[in-house]
């Protein structure tokens, strides 16, 4: 499959204004799209509810609902994620596809037991006063999801964003016409249309990859007698998804900032839409970044590695090596202006967005500080990014395991100096954790020509 870099240049080729508004609408669309149809979806079906006028309760209960069937569905295949596109990635290498089709099924096969029976016991524990039919829906739209999240990974590692955008909208769409005739039922309508829509994603994304990589094998275990340096990958996946989600449960749960919504599933006022919204204006961040990786870095990493394996002369290397660095330098940088750009921007409009939307005007404090944090998340998404393009993966280990604990330590902290602290926590901890991820990928980058030639892996 054509990669999205393909696609950019195609744009970028045609040297104007417009080309390179199309290339930074395409970049837009593969990095946000998904996770934008995604948060449409669950709005569009609250939207639905209200205008059916079932209870307040009710629309605030099915989107804390999917909130932690996300949360935790992410949180679990994490531990996957990282290792299971690498494997790809190497088997596609080694140009071995047919084997990617029935490590997939092994994979499936263990996830849908494990999240199965992990969802389970934690829908029981959490929401025991439920009827059972609801339960199942959790259960079963927890299944849906984990298998999705994996399935999306194999196919961002062969970079086929377009099926990726195109498997959301499906599941938009499908979500929506469903709900127009299941909302009486409630809580169970809203859930039921909802794991129609996900399951339907799921086919599109599942259809797509036994498409295109045929076999005549069923399944192969061998993914999970992965050695050495996959442990470490499990590992920085399942902290960068703590460190995301562990600010929101803390907020959720103390007694100072949390509130219970259905069962012991809790939800913060006060910290919810600041950062959600907050999150919503990252999106140029990552669009900017993106472009310049997918054209700029990969070119210039494509070039280092022909020149390393090729018959380039020390000064080709030696000039390659540099155009590295700098487009690694450029690209986050690219980041951080247009962050900076919407930070801005939000400090004139901001107070004005909140009156002319009747938001309450308590949450814009807190509102900036989220959105300096998700703009320093970019940063940081942005630094680990290079470090695996690097190969560098006990530094983003490192990285990711600090990112981890201080946030749950600092924002624990913030909630305890008040409310006018609220935020800080996450700041201070991305903060810590770019500092830490620009020294150790400044010592990878002086030692890359050495480590390439020097050091036995």
Known sequence: MAGIGFELKKFLSKESYLGTLGAYGF?????????????????????????????????????VMVVYIIAG?????????????????????????????????SVYLVLIVVAAMVCTLLVNLLTPSL?????????????????????????????????????????????????????????????????????????????????????????????????????????TGLFYNLAIWVD??????????GLPVIGHLHASLVYDFPIF???????????????????????????????????????????????????????ILSSIKAQSLMLFIFLIVGSLIFIKCQLPLIYLPITLVCLLASSLNVVLWSTLDIIFYLDRVKEALIVTAVFTFSNALFTWVSIQL???????GLVASLLLSITLGFLLLNKAGKHLQYETYMVKN
């Open 277 to 331: 919204f907050a999150y919503l204006l990252s999106i140029p961040g990552m669009t900017v970044f993106l472009l310049n990786l997918e054209t700029n870095y990969t070119d210039a990493h494509q070039r280092f590695f022909h020149s390393i394996c090729g018959d380039s002369t020390l000064d080709e290397i030696q000039h390659d090596y540099i155009d590295l660095i700098d487009a690694g330098r450029l690209s």
């Open 418 to 424: 008040g409310m006018f602290y609220y935020g800080f």
């Open 27 to 63: 970049a837009g669309l593969v990095c946000s799209g998904p996770w934008l149809l995604s948060i449409a979806t669950i709005l569009m079906l609250s939207f639905i509810a209200n205008w059916a006028k079932l209870s307040p309760e009710i629309s605030r209960s099915f989107q």
């Open 248 to 257: 929101k449960f803390i907020f959720w749960y103390s007694p100072v900032t």
């Open 73 to 105: 569905s992410l949180i679990l295949t994490s531990v996957l994620q990282h290792t299971f596109t690498r494997y790809i990635a190497n088997l596609c290498y080694l140009s071995k596809q047919s084997k990617i089709i029935p490590s997939l099924n």
């Open 131 to 235: 009827p059972m039919p609801t339960k199942c829906l959790m259960v079963s739209s927890f299944i849906v999801i984990s298998l999705i999240w994996i399935s999306t990974s194999l196919l961002s590692a062969i970079l086929a964003y377009k099926t990726i955008l195109f498997a959301f909208l499906s599941n938009f769409i499908v979500a929506i016409a469903i709900s127009m005739h299941t909302y009486q039922d409630g809580l169970q309508g809203l859930l039921f249309s909802f794991l129609c829509g996900q399951f339907v994603l799921l086919m599109v994304l599942i259809y797509t990859i036994y498409h295109e990589f045929p076999t005549n094998q069923l399944i192969d275990f061998n993914f999970f007698k992965l050695k050495g340096v996959s442990k470490m990958l499990i590992f």
